[in-house]
C-alpha cells in the first residue's frame, strides 16, 4: 500500500518559519508530480506549491517569495520550507503525489494524499 507521510507541522509565532516534509512508502515505480495543499478552518482546500519531477514549480500567489517546495527523487520525498509565515498560514497542510506503483501484479496511476501535519501561525 502507498501512503504519504507528512512532518513538520506546529505552532509557531507570526514571521517565523517551518519546514514541513513527506515521506512516501510503498511499491512506488515513479513519482510524477508532487505538492503541498492545505485547508483552513471553513474554507475548501487550496494548491500551495507543485513540483514536477523534472523541478518544475508552481506556487499559489499568496505564497510566492516565501515558501519553496523542494523534492529528492531517489528518497521519493518532498519538502516545503516555509518562511516569513503570517497567521492566514494557519491551516492542515496535506502532501499529494501523483504517481505509478505496483500493486496486486500490475502496475497502477494513483493519486495519493497524505493525512495532514497542522500548522498553526499565531499573532
Known amino acids: 500500500q502507498v501512503q504519504l507521510v507528512e512532518s513538520g507541522g506546529g505552532l509557531v509565532q507570526a514571521g517565523g518559519f517551518l519546514r514541513l516534509s513527506c515521506a512516501t512508502s510503498?511499491?512506488?515505480?515513479?513519482?510524477?508530480?508532487m505538492g503541498w495543499y492545505r485547508q483552513a478552518p471553513g474554507k475548501q482546500r487550496e494548491l500551495v506549491a507543485t513540483?514536477?519531477?523534472?523541478?518544475?514549480?508552481d506556487y499559489a500567489d499568496s505564497v510566492k517569495g516565501r515558501f519553496t517546495i523542494s523534492r529528492d527523487n531517489a528518497k521519493k520525498t518532498v519538502s516545503l520550507q516555509m518562511i516569513s509565515l503570517k497567521p492566514e498560514d494557519t491551516a492542515v497542510y496535506f502532501c499529494?503525489?501523483?504517481?505509478?506503483?505496483?500493486?496486486?501484479?500490475?502496475?497502477?496511476?494513483?493519486?495519493?494524499w497524505g493525512q495532514g501535519t497542522l500548522v498553526t501561525v499565531s499573532s
Open positions: 499529494h503525489a501523483d504517481l505509478i506503483a505496483s500493486m496486486t501484479g500490475a502496475y497502477r496511476y494513483l493519486e495519493v
Open positions: 510503498g511499491s512506488i515505480l515513479r513519482i510524477n508530480t
Open positions: 513540483i514536477t519531477s523534472g523541478g518544475s514549480t
